[in-house]
Nanobody, 126 residues
Framework: QVQLVESGGGLVQAGGSLRLSCAAS????????MGWFRQAPRKERELVAG????????VYADSVKGRFTISRDDAKNTVFLQMNSLKPEDTAVYYC???????????????????WGQGTQVTVSS
C-alpha cells in the first residue's frame, strides 16, 4: 500500500514557477513508476508527466514539454514537478499517482495507476 500526499500548489502569476512535491509512504517507493496528472474545471483528468523507478525514463504531455520537469528522490520517498513559465491554462488540480510496476506503462491511462493523492490546486493568473 502506498499513500501519497501532494504539496506546493498555490496562486502564481503567468510566467512564474511552482514546485510540486509528492511524499509517499511505504518502503517500496523506489519500485513504483510515478506520474503527475491534472484536472481543470469541466475537463477530464490528463497526464502531465511520468517517471520510471530509476528516473532514467520520463514522459511529458506536449503542452508542458520544455516547461515542466519531473524528478524523484528515492531516499526521501518524494517525486517533484518543477513548473516554469506557467500559463493560465495550467490552472488545475494536480494529482500525484503511482503504478504497481517500476518501468511504467500506458502512462496516459488513469487505470494504469493504483494509488492516488488527494490533489493540490494550482492557479495561474493572467
Amino acid at each position: 500500500q502506498v499513500q501519497l500526499v501532494e504539496s506546493g500548489g498555490g496562486l502564481v502569476q503567468a510566467g512564474g514557477s511552482l514546485r510540486l512535491s509528492c511524499a509517499a509512504s511505504g518502503r517500496t517507493f523506489s519500485s513504483h513508476a510515478m506520474g503527475w496528472f491534472r484536472q481543470a474545471p469541466r475537463k477530464e483528468r490528463e497526464l502531465v508527466a511520468g517517471i520510471s523507478w530509476s528516473g532514467a525514463s520520463t514522459v511529458y504531455a506536449d503542452s508542458v514539454k520544455g516547461r515542466f520537469t519531473i524528478s524523484r528522490d528515492d531516499a526521501k520517498n518524494t517525486v517533484f514537478l518543477q513548473m516554469n513559465s506557467l500559463k493560465p491554462e495550467d490552472t488545475a488540480v494536480y494529482y500525484c499517482a503511482a503504478q504497481n510496476r517500476p518501468f511504467g506503462t500506458r502512462w496516459s491511462s488513469e487505470t494504469s495507476f493504483a494509488y492516488w493523492g488527494q490533489g493540490t490546486q494550482v492557479t495561474v493568473s493572467s
